[in-house]
């Protein structure tokens, strides 16, 4: 095509967009590319039937449309009616808590997946849906910012496998970011469980258990989001579809046995959450087993002398112990010595 490496500019003041006043939930980001020549710009929402009109015309070669936190149900219900894009699918982007999940409407695929990560030490779980057509891709994130700039660089440098490719390897790339996420917030997991476990063993308090429950909680999340993530790759690198290349579907389909590896990680990291658990329970019954045993002991030392403390401490008139001379002295030799074979008899028992 005589077109393929020069892009058609249908509205030139969009790329001053960024400089102007205005509501932002009417700005959109865009990058259009090929082999030899890449652009990026900010549009308005009226500007985007422009650029689908040159896709429809194969007067541009890819087009990827990311929108972030600046978009309403009025900025998706345009884009979708403008890409011709079933109601359902509307109403996936606008609901969030999504399960992540694949949609095959012939003309173009729709997938939610969940992208996730540590901000402030608070797991985020921000829903990205994904709409990829031939030749179009468009993303939907929760957030403001994303953790595809990666990719923006790769799709900037003149030559690279994703320039050379379609937009099916364009979601690829951008999956495989979210699965680069998911094992990055397990290393940081790995980590915090490393300290957890180092506290535990020496602690003499539960406060680590709150801990403990907070990053099952979280693995939680990540075991809850990856499984249906996996059959989401595992559909996309097995049926076929006009959307797709048959060269992408590998790159899936080691996708798929990434997400095992993430899934098998998190049920790792839980079984040994539930063993640090255990031995805090375990640390926590023993220091108080301790505890009990040297007051049994005490109590135990004391029960004869408290007894003879007793007996001679009965208001009796005839009591001929009373009497004697070194009756007081007798006694508490007495109990000394009772106290001291008792002591001795414990130790040599090994029981303090």
């Not at 509205?11 to 400089?19: A, D, R």
């Not at 939930?25 to 030899?36: A, F, G, H, Q, V």
């Not at 936190?69 to 884009?79: G, R, T």
Request: with cysteine; aromatic share 12%; net charge negative.
């Amino acid at each position: 095509m005589e077109n393929s490496s020069q892009f058609i500019q249908p509205n030139e003041p969009g790329t001053q967009l960024k400089n102007e006043t205005g509501d932002s939930r009417d700005k959109i980001s865009i990058m259009l590319y090929n082999t030899e020549k890449l652009e990026e710009k900010i549009i308005r929402i009226s500007e985007v039937s422009e650029y689908k009109n040159l896709i429809d015309q194969n007067e541009v070669d890819q087009l990827w449309i990311n929108l972030d936190n600046n978009y309403d149900e009025s900025v998706v219900e345009a884009i979708c009616d403008i890409f011709h894009i079933h109601s359902l699918v509307k109403e996936d982007i606008i609901q969030k808590g999504q399960r992540p999940k694949v949609d095959d409407y012939e003309n173009y695929v729709f997938i939610v997946a969940k992208m996730i990560y540590y901000k402030e030490r608070d797991l985020i779980l921000e829903q990205l849906s994904f709409i990829v057509g031939e030749r179009y891709l468009i993303t939907f994130g929760d957030e403001e910012g994303d953790v595809f700039d990666r990719i923006r660089n790769h799709l900037r440098k003149e030559g690279s496998l994703i320039r050379r490719e379609g937009v099916d390897f364009l979601l690829y790339s951008l999956i495989n970011s979210l699965t680069e996420g998911y094992f990055n917030v397990l290393e940081t997991m790995g980590e915090i469980i490393d300290l957890i476990e180092e506290k535990v063993l020496i602690s003499k308090t539960n406060e680590e258990q709150k801990e403990i429950r907070k990053i099952k909680k979280d693995l939680l999340f990540i075991h809850k989001f990856s499984w249906p993530l996996r059959e989401v790759t595992s559909w996309l690198a097995r049926e076929e579809s006009v959307v797709f290349n048959k060269s992408t579907k590998m790159f899936f389909d080691d996708l798929s046995s990434q997400l095992i590896q993430v899934i098998d990680t998190t049920d790792t990291y839980r079984e040994l959450l539930s063993g640090l658990i255990e031995i805090s329970l375990s640390n926590i019954s023993y220091r108080l087993n301790e505890v009990m045993k040297v007051l049994t002991i005490i109590s135990t030392i004391f029960m004869p002398l408290s007894f003879i403390a007793g007996v001679y401490g009965m208001n009796f008139k005839f009591m001929p112990e009373l009497n004697t001379r070194y009756g007081y002295l007798i006694t508490w030799l007495v109990m000394v010595v009772i106290a001291a074979f008792m002591v001795y008899y414990f130790k040599k028992k090994k029981w303090f």
